[in-house]
């Protein structure tokens, strides 16, 4: 290859761009255009990347050489980020820019794996596991599936058409949640009452908790990428504030009281089967919505199964939230940097879908909710159990680090 030019910046930077767009965090981003770029014979260029730019900066003879790209609207597809990561590996010393062009054009352009359908089902099962573990009965979990299906499928049809992604948060999170009530209400005229309403209608929204970008953000900062760091918890923090809103219009409306309420009461034995279940089916289901290929999500929900049902047993036997949280992200790490370092499975392939389905979206809508009614001191019970049991996730996960292979 011939020396570095600014061709050769932005294709680096086209790398770079697609990598933080599919959802990557800004740590392993630089070092997989530090890997491409030593394949394009690019000595040690400076990165500097938030959460909707990223810059780079090349040293030739005597000249610098500067470019700058926007990252476009933020997601999460596994499959882009394994495929990009894969790249460097497979270039040869003979490769040109051209043909780098091509095979990142063929990345961009491949269509997601699952269709629309498959994903919203995936997410209303995911919804009843989540609706089963927050203490609802099955009229809950039923209503939750359809009231997660439903906004899911009006999620993906608002992104297609590229509404603004605040506002379809709060549309989708209005339609999950109202959808929850009519199914409650037609339910209650059929004879089927609602003992357990609460956790059923915070479950039908709970698959709208921008759980990536909260964990992102507080892993890039332990990462010391104070930039990308900040930007994802503002975009994280905007999205939860947009889902709130879509939450409390219809909590007002509605007149919902969501005080939380006794679970339902069942053997242990069962109760631990059935938790392991909705923890491997929610696992799945978000791992297809990211886009993760199908075997890969099959060890992600037996990941999220393992994870989460340790936790939830920690929490039985009198442990706090945080801690539990933190046992439970550790595992995650290390399976990932085990995945990784034998089978070059990338770590957010198996972190992403387990992690999140154990965000405290529950805590943070209680805390808005309440902070909206003036009931301050529940609010902000509610938001620190909240922020210590993300902050635990991320430690966990920052921790399984430490064990990485050299």
């Given at each position: 290859?011939?020396?570095?030019?600014?061709?050769?910046?932005?294709?680096?930077?086209?790398?770079?761009?697609?990598?933080?767009?599919?959802?990557?965090?800004a740590?392993?981003?630089?070092e997989?255009?530090?890997?491409?770029a030593?394949?394009?014979?690019?000595?040690?260029?400076?990165?500097?990347?938030?959460?909707?730019?990223?810059?780079?900066?090349?040293?030739?003879?005597?000249?610098?050489?500067?470019?700058?790209?926007?990252?476009?609207?933020?997601?999460?597809?596994?499959?882009?980020?394994a495929?990009?990561?894969?790249?460097?590996?497979?270039?040869?010393?003979?490769?040109?820019?051209g043909?780098?062009?091509?095979?990142?054009?063929?990345?961009?352009?491949?269509?997601?794996?699952?269709?629309?359908?498959?994903?919203?089902?995936a997410?209303?099962?995911?919804?009843?596991?989540?609706?089963f573990?927050?203490?609802?009965?099955?009229?809950?979990?039923?209503?939750?599936?359809?009231?997660?299906?439903i906004?899911q499928?009006?999620?993906?049809?608002?992104?297609?058409?590229?509404?603004?992604?605040?506002?379809?948060?709060?549309?989708?999170?209005?339609?999950?949640?109202?959808?929850?009530?009519?199914?409650?209400?037609?339910?209650?005229?059929?004879?089927?009452?609602?003992?357990?309403?609460?956790?059923?209608?915070?479950?039908?929204?709970?698959?709208?908790?921008?759980?990536?970008?909260?964990?992102?953000?507080?892993?890039?900062?332990?990462?010391?990428?104070?930039?990308?760091?900040?930007?994802?918890?503002?975009?994280?923090?905007?999205?939860?504030?947009?889902?709130?809103?879509?939450?409390?219009?219809?909590?007002?409306?509605?007149?919902?009281?969501?005080?939380r309420?006794?679970?339902?009461?069942?053997?242990?034995?069962?109760?631990?089967?059935?938790?392991?279940?909705?923890?491997?089916?929610?696992?799945?289901?978000?791992a297809?919505?990211?886009?993760?290929?199908?075997?890969?999500?099959?060890?992600?929900?037996?990941l999220?199964?393992?994870?989460?049902?340790?936790?939830?047993v920690?929490?039985?036997?009198?442990?706090?939230?945080?801690?539990?949280?933190?046992?439970a992200?550790?595992?995650?790490?290390?399976?990932?940097?085990?995945?990784?370092?034998?089978?070059?499975?990338?770590?957010?392939?198996?972190?992403?879908?387990?992690?999140?389905?154990?965000?405290?979206?529950?805590?943070?809508f209680?805390?808005?909710?309440?902070?909206?009614?003036?009931?301050?001191?529940?609010?902000?019970?509610?938001?620190?159990?909240?922020?210590?049991?993300?902050?635990?996730?991320?430690?966990?996960?920052?921790?399984?680090?430490?064990?990485?292979?050299?």
């Open positions: 290859m011939t020396s570095p030019n600014g061709d050769s910046v932005g294709v680096l930077l086209q790398f770079g761009a697609m990598m933080l767009g599919a959802g990557n965090t740590t392993r981003t630089r997989s255009m530090e890997a491409i030593r394949r394009m014979a690019i000595a040690a260029p400076a990165v500097s990347i938030s959460f909707d730019s990223i810059t780079a900066t090349v040293r030739r003879s005597d000249e610098w050489i500067t470019r700058v790209r926007d990252i476009g609207p933020a997601a999460v597809n596994v499959w882009q980020v495929e990009l990561e894969r790249l460097p590996r497979t270039l040869k010393p003979e490769t040109g820019l043909e780098i062009e091509a095979k990142l054009a063929g990345i961009k352009s491949t269509v997601h794996q699952y269709s629309t359908l498959q994903i919203a089902v997410v209303a099962l995911a919804t009843a596991g989540f609706a573990v927050n203490g609802a009965a099955a009229p809950e979990m039923i209503a939750s599936a359809f009231g997660g299906g906004g499928w009006a999620r993906m049809w608002l992104s297609r058409r590229r509404f603004n992604q605040f506002g379809a948060a709060a549309l989708s999170a209005a339609i999950a949640s109202g959808v929850f009530v009519i199914a409650a209400g037609l339910a209650g005229r059929a004879g089927f009452g609602f003992a357990h309403y609460p956790a059923g209608f915070i479950a039908s929204v709970l698959f709208l908790v921008p759980g990536f970008p909260l964990i992102a953000g507080l892993f890039d900062l332990l990462q010391y990428q104070t930039v990308a760091a900040v930007s994802r918890f503002a975009f994280g923090l905007m999205i939860l504030l947009s889902v709130a809103l879509g939450l409390s219009f219809v909590v007002e409306v509605a007149k919902i009281d969501i005080s309420q006794p679970p339902v009461e069942l053997v242990y034995s069962l109760k631990l089967l059935l938790r392991a279940v909705s923890s491997f089916v929610a696992g799945c289901a978000f297809m919505a990211f886009n993760t290929p199908l075997r890969i999500a099959l060890f992600a929900g037996l999220a199964l393992v994870a989460n049902s340790l936790r939830l920690l929490i039985d036997i009198g442990m706090m939230l945080a801690p539990a949280a933190f046992c992200a550790l595992v995650i790490g290390l399976v990932a940097i085990l995945a990784d370092h034998r089978f070059k499975v990338p770590p957010i392939a198996m972190t992403v879908a387990p992690v999140v389905i154990m965000m405290p979206g529950v805590y943070a209680e805390a808005i909710v309440l902070f909206n009614r003036g009931q301050m001191i529940d609010a902000i019970q509610a938001s620190a159990s909240c922020w210590f049991v993300i902050g635990a996730l991320a430690m966990g996960l920052a921790t399984s680090r430490f064990f990485r292979p050299k």
